[in-house]
């Protein structure tokens, strides 16, 4: 059955460290991606998105994934944390047109 | 770019009434909307694809006769819940998606409902 998984529930991180979460989807072709966030009580904001092409997808708030086929994977990277990306994340996968998503990531940063 | 508002944010109810959410895509055509639920701590959950002058696609298990779907225009699509009970209380989102091959989803703000 094709599937999103975030492995990692819960993430807690120093402010201006750096931040990696993990995304693995089981598809049988390449889907597009697509990271977004969550802010409580808010919608969802795009982060970025992969298509095809550079595996490294620049995104907003200074986040980047890289997209791995050999691992099924698109984890999300920022290397130095703000106290403002303290929200949820969620790793998600189109297949035609519909979005699937993982079960989400809680991001809590600490001074 | 790609703005979606929803209106209400949050609305509260009374058993047994009805309720309708809009969802608008501000800037931007939206040949297809979507419409999530979204239950506290877990991920969205698709309910229904709307394509504009058409019937709404409801996912398994989604009542389509509970959850009134119109997309009456490439900005406009709206989610009436119908005679509402405490269960129908959570979190409704809605997105538009862009057309073309690289399709992405836009989602509006959300709005909370609460059904005494």
């Known amino acids: 059955a094709q599937s999103v998984t975030q492995p990692d529930i819960h993430i807690t991180v120093s402010e201006g460290a750096s931040l990696e979460l993990r995304c693995n989807y089981s598809?049988?072709?390449?889907?597009?991606l697509f990271w977004y966030v969550q802010s409580p009580g808010q919608g969802l904001q795009l982060l970025l998105k992969?298509?095809?092409?550079?595996?490294l997808v620049q995104g907003i708030k200074g986040f980047e994934a890289e997209f791995k086929r050999s691992q099924s994977s698109f984890n999300l990277r920022k290397p130095s944390v703000h106290w403002s990306d303290a929200a949820e994340y969620f790793c998600?996968?189109?297949?035609?047109?519909?979005?699937?998503f993982g079960a989400g990531t809680t991001v809590t940063v600490r001074a | 770019g790609a703005v979606v508002s929803q209106h209400p944010s949050r609305v509260i109810c009374k058993s047994g009434t009805s309720v309708k959410i809009e969802c608008r895509s501000l800037?931007?055509?939206?040949?297809?909307m979507f419409w999530y639920r979204q239950f506290p701590k877990q991920s969205l959950m698709l309910m229904a694809t709307?394509?504009?002058?058409?019937?709404?696609?409801?996912e398994q298990g989604v009542e389509k006769d509970k959850f009134l779907i119109n997309h009456a225009s490439l900005t406009l699509s709206t989610l009436t819940v119908t005679s509402a009970h405490p269960e129908d209380s959570s979190f409704y989102i809605c997105?538009?998606?862009?057309?073309?091959?690289?399709?992405?989803?836009?989602f509006g703000p959300g709005t909370r409902l609460l059904v005494l």
């Open positions: 992969y298509f095809s092409g550079d595996t």
């Open positions: 709307s394509n504009e002058g058409s019937k709404a696609t409801y």
């Open positions: 598809y049988g072709a390449t889907p597009y």
């Open positions: 997105s538009a998606g862009t057309s073309g091959e690289q399709e992405t989803q836009y």
């Open positions: 998600a996968a189109r297949d035609d047109y519909k979005l699937s």
């Open positions: 800037d931007f055509q939206a040949t297809t």
